[in-house]
C-alpha cells in the first residue's frame, strides 16, 4: 500500500561502499608501504644509503606514510556526509508527516 523507504534504498549501500573502500585502500596502503620498505633494504645492500634509489625508495614511504595518516579524517568526513544524507532525507520533504 504504502512504500515507507522507497527512495532510501542506496543510503545502507554507500555506506557499505565506503567503508570497504576503506579496507581496500588500507590494504593497498600496508602493502606498498611493506614492498617499498623491502625494497629499499635491498637498494641499500646492493648500492648504499646515498644512492638515488635509496632516496627515492625513502620519499615513496614518507608518501604512503603521509596519505595514511588522512585515512580517519576521510573516515570521519564520509561518516558525517552519511549521517547528513539521513537526516536530510528523514527530515526533508520525504520526512514523516507535519502538521
Same mark, same amino acid.
Do not use: C, D
Given at each position: 500500500?504504502?512504500?515507507?523507504? @522507497?527512495?532510501?534504498?542506496? &543510503?545502507?549501500?554507500?555506506?557499505?561502499?565506503?567503508? !570497504?573502500?576503506?579496507?581496500?585502500?588500507?590494504?593497498?596502503?600496508?602493502?606498498?608501504?611493506?614492498?617499498?620498505? &623491502? #625494497?629499499?633494504?635491498? #637498494?641499500? !645492500?646492493?648500492? @648504499?644509503?646515498?644512492? =638515488? =634509489?635509496?632516496?627515492?625508495?625513502? &620519499?615513496?614511504?614518507? =608518501?604512503?606514510?603521509?596519505?595514511?595518516?588522512?585515512?580517519?579524517?576521510?573516515?570521519?568526513?564520509?561518516?558525517?556526509?552519511?549521517?547528513?544524507?539521513? !537526516?536530510?532525507?528523514?527530515?526533508?520533504?520525504?520526512? @514523516?508527516?507535519?502538521?
Amino acid at each position: 500500500m504504502f512504500k515507507i523507504f @522507497g527512495k532510501s534504498k542506496g &543510503q545502507l549501500n554507500s555506506l557499505s561502499t565506503a567503508a !570497504l573502500a576503506f579496507v581496500v585502500i588500507a590494504i593497498v596502503l600496508g602493502f606498498g608501504a611493506l614492498i617499498l620498505s &623491502q #625494497v629499499q633494504g635491498q #637498494v641499500a !645492500l646492493m648500492a @648504499g644509503n646515498t644512492s =638515488a =634509489a635509496a632516496n627515492a625508495t625513502s &620519499q615513496g614511504i614518507n =608518501a604512503v606514510n603521509t596519505f595514511s595518516s588522512w585515512l580517519p579524517i576521510l573516515a570521519i568526513i564520509v561518516v558525517g556526509a552519511v549521517i547528513l544524507g539521513y !537526516l536530510f532525507f528523514f527530515g526533508g520533504e520525504h520526512g @514523516g508527516n507535519r502538521v
